[in-house]
């Protein structure tokens, strides 16, 4: 399937849209590399490591929780991840740490984010039109609202479903037909929009909701 932007997706005959959030309606990877420079400044004091030193046990644990504990809304656990790693090094006190770098890591995380501006004019256009919007996210529902607060969307977003309420991520349909039944929109009338080919786009055709991957208009 080709990525399409946001001004090329059809409106007429929409009655739901369902739609991620990151690296959907913003660049995650720029605002969270921003933050984990920041989680390693913070941690130099105990862990003296270059930043790519650092960056490879962080994906490293990234892999293990996931290999660990599947599907599931604490795979996404940032301080379980952070308290891995410092375990992994064997520093003192690691939960202390956890705790520690998660905060940093989302303080940082949400003062690095910017809403795509297609995105932005995509969802004025759903709301112009009352066309519900439903957030279908894999992370917790928490954490995700702060986001969407700081990226001014809340005006736009009707309804979230996060993988703390179903309690599995996409492409499980559970994600999807939680989404439809808040809309209350059938997958025929409904669209998915997301960035992730295999959770967003094939998770929701599976159920008959027409999906499309985007990019962002560089």
């Known amino acids: 399937m080709k990525k399409i932007i946001f ?7 929409v009655k739901g849209v369902l739609i991620d959030l990151d690296d959907t309606l913003y660049s995650f990877e720029d605002a969270n590399l921003y933050a984990l420079h920041k989680v390693h400044n913070r941690v130099q004091s105990v862990l003296p490591l270059s930043f790519d030193d650092f960056y490879r046990l962080y994906k490293q644990q990234w892999t293990r929780l996931f290999a660990d504990l599947g599907t599931v809304p604490s795979a996404h656990c940032r ?11 064997h520093i003192e006190k690691p939960y202390l740490w956890g705790q520690k770098l998660e905060k940093t890591y989302f303080k940082y995380l ?4 910017k809403p795509d501006p297609h995105a ?4 004025k256009s759903c709301k112009h039109r009352r066309i519900p919007v439903c957030l279908v996210t ?8 702060q986001k969407l607060n700081r990226l001014k969307l809340t005006r736009y977003i009707d309804y979230v479903v996060a993988n703390d309420e179903v309690g599995i991520d996409k492409p499980h349909a559970g994600m999807f037909l939680r989404a439809l039944e808040k809309i209350k929109v059938a997958p025929k009338d409904a669209v998915m929009i997301g960035d992730n080919f295999e959770k967003d786009i094939q998770g929701a055709q599976a159920l008959g909701i027409r999906a499309y991957q985007v990019t962002f208009d560089k």
């Not at 301080?79 to 090094?89: A, D, N, P, V």
């Not at 932005?120 to 969802?123: K, P, R």
């Open 138 to 145: 894999d992370l917790f529902a928490g954490i995700q609202v």
């Open 110 to 113: 949400l003062k690095g984010i």
């Open 120 to 123: 932005v004019a995509f969802l």
């Open 7 to 13: 001004p090329q997706i059809p409106l007429e005959n």
């Open 79 to 89: 301080y379980t991840m952070f308290q891995r790693l410092m375990e992994s090094q």
